[in-house]
Each structure stands twice: as C-alpha cells, then as structure tokens.
C-alpha cells in the first residue's frame, strides 16, 4: 500500500480538500468529503466513487473494507493539525475520505410509484439531515432536494445525514415539474400547511405511496408548489407550542402515511 505523509497546511492537497467545505469548492473539484469512520465505512459498503482517503494513524486503515475500495484510491498520512484544518467539528475522528460528485441529472425517474419527500426551500443542515435519516427509517423510496434547498454535499448535511444518503433516492430539481409527474401518475401528493383547506393529517386514509412536501423554517412551502398538491396537511396542537420543527412534523407524517 502506497501511503504519501502530508505534514504542512499549505500542501496543495490540503488546500484542495479545504476548499471542499464550500459549494463553489465543491464544484471545482467534482468532489465532497466525508468525515468520520462511520460515514467512510458506509459510502464504500455502497461502492460509492471514492478517490481519496486520510487519516491521522495508518494502524487504523485495517477497519476498512479493502475488498470494496479501488485499486485507484490515494491514501495520505496527515497530521492531527491538518485533521483539525480541514474538519468542521470540534474533535475530528481522524479519518476522511473525498467522493466523486455524481453526475447532475434533471430526468425524473420513470416510475414515481412508491413514497417521496419533497424538500422545498430548507435552509437549516440537521433539519435537513434529519429528514433524511427519518425518511431512511421509515422506509420512504426518495428525498428530492427543491430550488432554495442547502446543498445536498454541504458538510453539516453530509454529517448530519450519517450516511442515510446512500440508501435513498435522492435528487435534486423543480418541485413543480416533480408534483405535475406524480399527479400524472396518480400518486397522492400532500403538503403541509395550516389553512381553512387543510385538513389534520389523522383524517386521512394511509395511502402507502404519496409525496410529501415540507417547506421551508420560517416561510413554510411556496404557494406555487402547494397549489399542485391534492390535499394540504396539518397537525393539530394539543399544548401550547405554537409550531413544530419541520423535522419532527416531516417525521410523524412520513411515519404516520408509510403505514
């Protein structure tokens, strides 16, 4: 195994994977990193295009499932000083890995059948993060990242997500182009929305199959995405809370129309 040592912060590899924290870096390299035993581990289980991998002590490349990883792959001993660098926690793990951007595809799939989250507008990392990981739990078939929606690669998410990205369908586009195809396809779609046309979300038959839109923190879902919507949906309060986070509403409504 060819291991190259990195021990300055002004390595050009290490200004590479530093820019990563950004969009625009991001798009420059056609590469995203992923941070954390846990988030490395999974992106190889699922043969994702990993190119790079770092870590602060060789003795811990031995967890690494080889058998799946290319031949390709560059590994780099850095320095604890580098982890802190190019990591945005407080105590990186002292393993890193950058992946290959997938190629951007605006096609939607050609069967919409199934459950789908519609993210529209969502700014906050660990509310998108968890949305993720919940609609992975409750056995939703895809996430679909809207116009106005945190980059999908964007660390927080990446970290937040703790790999549940890799066992969804996750696109990002138009959610109106979206919404028109499953009402074409007869999948019942709902958004969410307090209004005198909305009805609370226990009323409604589990349909099994649907597409769910959440909207944005403060501002909700966009009138123009909620008008292709068949049915808009609420929870009703029983305290005093005036409002639920969209992560925990998006939770019990995914659990609560998967069933």
Do not use: C
Request: glycine share 8%.
């Amino acid at each position: 195994m060819n291991i190259e040592k990195i021990t300055s912060n002004q390595n050009n590899h290490v200004k590479k994977w530093k820019k990563m924290q950004s969009k625009k870096g991001r798009k420059e390299n056609q590469l995203y990193m992923l941070e954390g035993w846990h988030l490395v581990n999974e992106a190889i289980m699922a043969n994702e295009a990993v190119t790079e991998i770092m870590v602060t002590d060789t003795n811990d490349l031995e967890q690494l499932n080889w058998d799946q990883l290319s031949n390709q792959v560059k590994i780099y001993l850095i320095t604890s000083e580098i982890a802190r660098h190019i990591s945005e926690t407080q105590t990186p793990q002292g393993i890193f890995a950058t992946v290959k951007l997938p190629e951007f595809n605006d096609e939607l799939p050609f069967n919409l059948h199934g459950s789908w989250v519609l993210l529209d507008g969502l700014q906050d990392p660990g509310n998108v993060g968890t949305i993720v990981r919940t609609a992975d739990a409750a056995g939703v078939s895809g996430v679909v990242f809207g116009t106005g929606t945190v980059d999908l690669y964007n660390p927080k998410v990446v970290r937040s997500m703790q790999g549940s990205q890799f066992h969804l369908n996750i696109y990002e586009g138009d959610l109106k182009r979206w919404l028109q195809a499953f009402n074409e396809q007869q999948v019942p779609t709902f958004g969410t929305e307090l209004n005198p046309q909305a009805v609370a979300y226990n009323q409604v038959t589990s349909p099994g199959e649907f597409a769910l839109v959440l909207g944005n923190e403060g501002n909700g879902a966009s009138q123009e995405v909620l008008r292709l919507t068949s049915q808009n949906l609420y929870i009703p309060m029983k305290g005093r809370a005036e409002s639920l986070n969209v992560a925990i509403a998006g939770g019990i409504l995914m659990f609560y129309l998967q069933n």
